[in-house]
């Protein structure tokens, strides 16, 4: 009998006898889903929105920004009406796969009320799309409760986000499919044989949730493994870079047709207070990695042929100052830039150009004027959920897809 | 350098035994785990309170009140961990022979402090955790270990930013302070030279003060979010302008620049803060407008009740805590919560998640080992798979706090793949101590136990 098989047996024996409450059982009443796929991507740090989506038909651009603007001439030109803006050139992937096909939806401007130029409070009101609750479940946790399954949403990093953690049921969080299991080796199945009997004798207080936490891993393990399998491996070739593996991960989960309908990944590196680099440089290095990454991505879910069913959003917590600090940085702000991408999306620029001029400003940031619980709104749509059930009510959804 | 420490410890380290335990895979008994009898001595203890009548809601009253119930092996066990994260059945035993006073000021007694290195002992990046590693193994005040860690990750700089050494000093200093008051911490990160590289001020200056620090002062530092406004942030960042690090011979040193300070007046929480003449004092003004808030010490004593008693303490718990921290010491504050009944109570035994590193210290320790063996590379298994490199911090806000965050399915199932590296011995080397699991975990019979949820928990 191989492993997979052993722990399956044994967690139903034990789920037959009543031992392990609903977990197991709630498989069959799961696949509730609509078959759409929803990629979100943080950007943690403050990715600096105005050097990334640049409004560089404006004098104050180069003005503000002595060390760290672009020149004219390197800027990616999106050539959409009524604006004047274009891409980072470290972002040509995005430019010639996506935005030229329409596949881009770019939101400029994007946060919420009373912007929070903290990390941890504004990752915290993205994550619960409420900036009044920071501590509440996900906003995501509605859908993963409805579809009372730990598996409708997963994770690509140590921690889960706050996002996907629902009242009753919260997503799975894996580093990646590969280092996702016990060895065939004596001491591991020991460890294994002895966890699934420590497993059936329920807890109270913490230890109860470790309980739960054990039981909830040998279940993910089961699942997750069969995707390790060559046939489900990416035939197109993914970047070696933290964005790459992430994607490729979540490329093969797709291909395994697992069950999740949500992709979480998050990446450090945004928050660029000194020395952020023009055309190159860190902040520069950032966006390539980004963009060749999703590049490789959109070609392999075009060769899985589900390309049409993906969305992906690219967010940032916040953007950062409209001028550069004396460190050739950029210091926390507000509004800030969100992508939009997949198969059907409506290709084009949200929210107009950002104003830079000074009496534009918020306090020297970029203003808010597009509510990021908008997006939310669409996403929310294409997963099937109702988006006033995930962001409240009066968030007319945006349309970017 | 001596790599080899040898040097032996007073205190209540055991001699060192060999042979004492059979090692890791010998077949093992089933069931792993034994529950813990309940303590006849408990109830004799409680029915005499009730006969005494009125006592026990007298001793069991909110922040009143030191605990005089049992301490055997078993609450002292629950101390031992909580306090230190590590310990062994003898070490228990001696505790308990103190009584619960002498055993809590036993604990925490003046840190121990490990022999200043100069950077060439660090032959690479690795020893600079496995030094911190043998020290908390080795040394005869293991709590002030975990305290430095609580300040470590309160605290926060990362040697991906500030570099490996700066990091080490600054580690030094704050389990020499560890204890002390939260004044006297406040002062000395305000002038870490580690800490003011991390947080930009040494690039804040009077036309482009940099919010850095001056935001994370006052959001995870002092007050906690919400208690203060961004003109306080702006306000806060001028009246640090000149607060700055030079470099000299390898070294980072605090200074301050009054060529590049704000010498305008600022208004700070209601305060002004203005000194045209000494101008280096507007920064010590600012902490010490911080330091005159309860709010401070609310929000410390929060922290420091989650890390050591509950996840969720009571606000009654958390403001008592507070006016001891705002008039006494680190110190003053641990010792009334290690006597507090509630602190001896069984809903808060056993209520708090291990961090990694505290898991990887007590597991080493309970399995024997006193040092991390040349080639063992903890330093690298606690980064790439128990996620907590314990020079480097998340972020600025630190690691999760004793909490179930810890335990997704990738970190839940390396903790499980980490016994193995713990239990073994390279080279059929003997381990330097006794193997024993009785405090790492409630309920230990065997190596297999540490399998058990209890083996997670503080």
Known sequence: ?401 | MDKNRTETQAGFRPEVTTGSEPTALQPDPFPAVETHPPNPQRWKTAAALLAAGGLLTACGGIGGGVYNGPFGTHEAAHLLRRATALGNSDDAAKLASLGVEKAVDYLLDQPQLPPERDRDYFENDDMYVHEWTNHWLTSHTPAAERLTLFWHGHFVTEAAKVGDYMTYLKINKLRELSLGSFRDLLYMIAEDPAMIRYLDNDSSTKEHPNENWARELMELFTLGEGHYTENDIKEVARAFTGWTAFWDDGLFYFTFDGRIHDFEPKQILGHEVYNRYTPIAEGYEVLDILLGMDQTYKYISQKLLHYYYRPDPDQAMINRGADILKGGTVRDFLKWLFTHPAFYEDETRNALVKSPYEYAVGLFYAAGKRQVAEGENLDYRLRAYLDQDPYNPPNVAGWPIASTDWLTDSVLLQRLKFIDFATSYPDGSEPAGPIDYGVFMDGAVNTLSLVAPEAQLL
């Open chain 1, 1 to 401: 009998m191989n492993r997979r098989s052993f722990i399956k047996r044994s967690l139903a024996a034990a789920a037959g006898l009543g031992l392990v409450p609903s977990l197991f059982s709630r498989t069959a009443m799961a696949a509730g889903g609509n078959g759409k796929i929803l990629v979100i991507m943080h950007l943690f740090g403050g990715n600096d929105a105005v050097n990334t989506v640049i409004p560089y038909g404006q004098s104050e651009y180069t003005a503000y920004r002595p060390d760290i603007a672009i020149p004219t001439g390197q800027i990616l030109n999106l050539d959409a009406s009524g604006v004047t803006l274009g891409l980072h050139p470290a972002m040509q992937p995005l430019m010639d796969n996506y935005w030229n096909n329409g596949e881009l939806a770019i939101v400029n401007s994007v946060g919420y009320p009373h912007h929070n130029r903290s990390h941890f409070f504004s990752t915290a009101v993205w994550n619960t799309a409420d900036p009044d609750q920071t501590n509440k479940e996900g906003w995501l946790g509605p859908f993963i409760d409805e579809q009372n399954d730990p598996f409708c949403a997963t994770n690509f990093g140590s921690e889960l986000p706050r996002a996907l953690r629902g009242v009753r049921v919260s997503g799975l969080s894996i580093d990646s499919i590969r280092g996702f299991g016990l060895n065939n080796n004596d001491w591991e199945e020991q460890i294994q044989s002895e966890l699934l009997r420590q497993i059936r004798t329920t807890r109270s207080g913490t230890a109860e949730e470790v309980r739960q936490a054990m039981e909830h891993m040998l279940r993910s393990i089961d699942k997750v493994q069969g995707a390790a399998d060559s046939a489900y491996a990416p035939t197109t070739t993914f970047p070696r870079t933290h964005y790459g593996r992430q994607l490729a991960d979540v490329a093969r989960l797709i291909k395994y047709d697992f069950d999740s309908q949500v992709y979480y990944t998050s990446a450090g590196g945004y928050d660029t207070h000194s020395d952020q680099g023009g055309v190159e440089g860190t902040h520069a290095n950032n966006l390539r990695e980004l963009s060749e990454a999703l590049d490789a991505f959109r070609q392999e879910m075009i060769t899985q042929g589900v390309w049409k069913d993906v969305m992906i959003m690219v967010f940032s917590e916040f953007g950062r100052r409209a001028a550069q600090n004396a460190s050739a940085g950029t210091d926390h702000g507000k509004g800030g830039a969100l992508f939009v991408a997949g198969g059907t999306v409506n290709g084009g620029v949200y929210g107009g150009e950002p104003q830079l001029a000074a009496g534009a400003l918020d306090d020297g940031d970029l203003a808010v004027h597009t509510d990021f619980r908008r997006v939310y709104a669409d996403a929310a749509l294409h997963i099937g959920a109702n988006p006033a059930e995930l962001v409240g009510s009066g968030f007319e959804p945006l349309g970017t897809i």
